[in-house]
Every structure is written in structure tokens, then in C-alpha cells.
């Protein structure tokens, strides 16, 4: 395989909103709504015709989850108790999307470290778990915003395995010379399918926009990450799922909101995904001749702190330290498929030439992708 047909990551990008929720803000609002519920349907509650909800508190998200704040693109809604949701105006046709800003912001920078214009990129994949319409894809209206004139773009969705299904498709591109320069475009606004008033999930999730630029190894920049293998696997399951889509609309006997929301069966999930994970990145290594002690970092998907754990300890031999499996999950929340990007994004600069890294995700599906890497000597 010539320099041309291997394909790198040149640089990445991250958009982050400027607002932030931490978890006292979080409970203060939740516990506000379960106080005005209880109060107001007390006489039902009492009869057992309602439930009592029950509240919430810092020690118990951190607890399940390792998360501490999130950031989000519509703050004051989301705190408000008459509320709970972000609000998030529609724009006229004419004006970009919201998903396809954020998006762009992030290509932007991901173009601006790479010393790329954007007229060099061949193809837009707008790779996330929830796309705000059906048509026109996203990632064309990224690539006309971009200004990438003879090129494709098409949206993609494998819930949080999105970007690492993402860059094996980009980097296949490249294997196959269909294209040179393919961007990876990663927009979650997760915070519009949270039910912030569910307990047990009201504290996942945030919003980001990341990008990779997946490119081939004669025209990329020095600094660079060759991919060295990728490996995609999906099993069905109903353990995560939103029922939200363009046919609710023609059974208005549907069941409630709450159904097109984000839902999940957490333990369920912890108890199927670690060890099909782990076990996965270690099938994987031994194909490539990788070892656990050969990995110099895993960016693993910023879902869960326990899972993040469990499997660095099963891959690595040992439970993992800040720097070989670093975290952005604490100050993020959930990001969907952008999680293991940003923690690539932040947490990669510091490696020298040779050094073999991880980028993992796994979710709903369920989906779950691997991308081995090797910095550039």
C-alpha cells in the first residue's frame, strides 16, 4: 500500500457551548420539579393512583455516573422547573441549521490544525445520534457552508458509535482512492432527547460538535495519526432506544412522550456492553499484534465512569491511571459519539512518535467501534 492509499488523522476540532450546568444547578431544578409534582397531585399520590417522585442529589449522579457538570447550548429552560427542556427556536429555511452550525464551527478548527483549506476536502460525513431532520443531509449543508464545491456529503447514524463508524467509512475512502480528504463531523445536541425530569437519566447528557479529518498519509500534515486498524460490530438490542420519528405522527394513540425521549435500561447495559467491549479491543489487538502494554492511551467513550474502568482494566491488565485512559466525562457529561473525540482532541498532543493509542466508542445498537492508532515519528 502506497502513502496515498494509508489513511491518517490530521487534526481534529471541538465546539463547545458556552454555558454549563453543574450538578448542584441540575438538582436544584429537578428537586424544585418533584416538589411542585408531589404538591400538586398529592390527593392521587395518596390514593395510589400517581407516584411520588422521588429527588435526586449530587452524591447519586456522581455516583452512577462520574459526571459533574455538562455543558449545553440552552440553559435557562433547562433549569426551569415549568419547563425542563432546552428551547431552541426553528430557523426559516434560508438560515444554517443549528446542527449544521456547530458542526461547521468545529470543521473549522479541525481544518484551521491540519493547515487545510476547504476546498481540499473530498467528502462530508455527518456522523451523530440525533439528526434534526430527514433531508437535506446535514452534511451537505456543512459542505455548501464549508464552501467545498465538488465534493459529497451524507449523514450517518450509529448512535455513539457514530464517529468511529465514521472514520473506518473515511478511512476506507481513502484505502480505495475514492477520496483524499474526508471530513468526520460529529454535532450532538443530546440535550433535545434527555427527559430531564426522569431520575435515573436526567444528568447524562450534553452538547458538543467535534470533527476529524481522516486524509491520506502523502498529503497530510507531519503531525499526524496513522490508522493502523478499525474494527465495527452491532448487536441488537432494546436496552437503549428513542422512538422518536416521522411516523408517530400517523398513530396519534401513540404512547407518550416519554417514549420518543432518550430511555435506557442502565444496568442491563453495564452488564452486556463492558465485557462485549473489552473483549472486542482485545480480539482486535491480537489481529494487529497489538498488546495491552503496548497501548500507550485509550480514549475511551465518555459514557460512564464505571464502564471506562472496567474495561481499561480488562485491556490493559491493570486498572488504568488518568493518563492511559484520560476522562473529559466529569465537565462534558455524555456526549453521544462526540465523547471519545474530545478526549482524542485534549488528550493526545502530549504523545511522541510511535506511541499506539486507542479510540473507542460503544452505545446503543448495540454499536460499538474500535480505531487503533500510531502517532507520526
Not at 433531508?135 to 450517518?156: C, H, K, N, T
Not at 480505495?176 to 426522569?198: F, M, Q, T, Y
Not at 488528550?347 to 460503544?362: K, N, Q
Request: with cysteine; charged share 20%.
Amino acid at each position: 500500500m502506497t502513502n496515498a492509499n494509508i489513511p491518517v488523522i490530521s487534526a481534529t476540532g471541538l465546539f463547545t457551548p458556552s454555558d454549563s450546568i453543574s450538578n448542584e444547578e441540575l438538582v436544584s431544578s429537578f428537586n424544585a420539579y418533584v416538589d411542585l409534582h408531589n404538591s400538586e397531585n398529592a390527593d392521587a399520590i395518596a390514593a395510589g393512583a400517581v407516584a411520588e417522585l422521588q429527588h435526586s442529589s449530587v452524591e447519586f449522579i456522581e455516583k452512577a455516573s462520574g459526571i459533574k457538570s455538562r455543558y449545553v447550548l440552552s440553559k435557562d429552560p433547562i433549569l426551569d422547573p415549568e419547563t425542563m427542556c432546552p428551547r431552541l427556536p426553528e430557523r426559516p429555511d434560508e438560515q444554517i441549521s443549528i446542527l449544521a452550525e456547530i458542526g461547521v464551527k468545529a470543521a473549522e478548527q479541525a481544518l484551521e490544525r491540519a493547515g487545510r483549506k476547504a476546498e481540499d476536502v473530498d467528502a462530508v460525513l455527518c456522523a451523530c445520534s440525533n439528526l434534526q431532520r430527514a433531508y437535506p443531509a446535514i452534511a451537505v449543508e456543512i459542505q455548501d457552508a464549508l464552501g467545498i464545491g465538488d465534493g459529497f456529503g451524507f449523514d450517518m447514524n450509529v448512535a455513539c458509535s457514530s464517529a468511529t463508524f465514521g472514520i473506518q467509512t473515511a478511512a476506507d475512502y481513502i484505502r480505495s482512492g475514492s477520496a483524499k480528504s474526508v471530513l468526520v463531523i460529529n454535532p450532538e445536541i443530546c440535550s433535545g432527547h434527555l427527559n430531564w425530569r426522569d431520575r435515573d437519566s436526567h444528568f447524562i447528557f450534553g452538547d458538543v460538535a467535534t470533527a476529524i479529518l481522516v486524509e491520506a498519509k502523502d498529503i497530510a500534515p507531519a503531525d499526524h495519526w496513522e490508522i493502523i486498524g478499525t474494527k465495527l460490530k452491532t448487536q441488537f438490542s432494546n436496552n437503549i432506544r428513542n422512538n422518536f420519528g416521522f411516523l408517530n405522527r400517523t398513530n396519534p394513540e401513540s404512547r407518550d412522550d416519554a417514549d420518543k425521549l432518550f430511555v435506557q435500561e442502565g444496568r442491563k447495559v453495564f452488564k452486556e456492553v463492558v465485557p462485549m467491549v473489552a473483549q472486542m479491543i482485545i480480539d482486535q489487538a491480537e489481529r494487529l499484534g497489538i498488546e495491552g502494554a503496548d497501548l500507550r492511551r485509550m480514549w475511551l467513550h465518555q459514557a460512564n465512569a464505571g464502564m471506562n474502568r472496567l474495561i481499561a482494566q480488562r485491556v490493559l491488565g491493570h486498572e488504568a491511571n488518568d493518563d492511559e485512559s484520560p476522562t473529559v466525562l466529569d465537565t462534558y457529561a455524555n456526549t453521544s459519539s462526540a465523547g471519545s473525540i474530545i478526549a482524542f482532541h485534549k488528550h493526545s498532543a502530549d504523545l511522541t512518535g510511535g506511541d499506539i493509542g486507542l479510540i473507542c466508542s460503544f452505545g446503543a445498537g448495540y454499536s460499538a467501534g474500535t480505531v487503533f492508532v500510531r502517532k507520526a515519528a
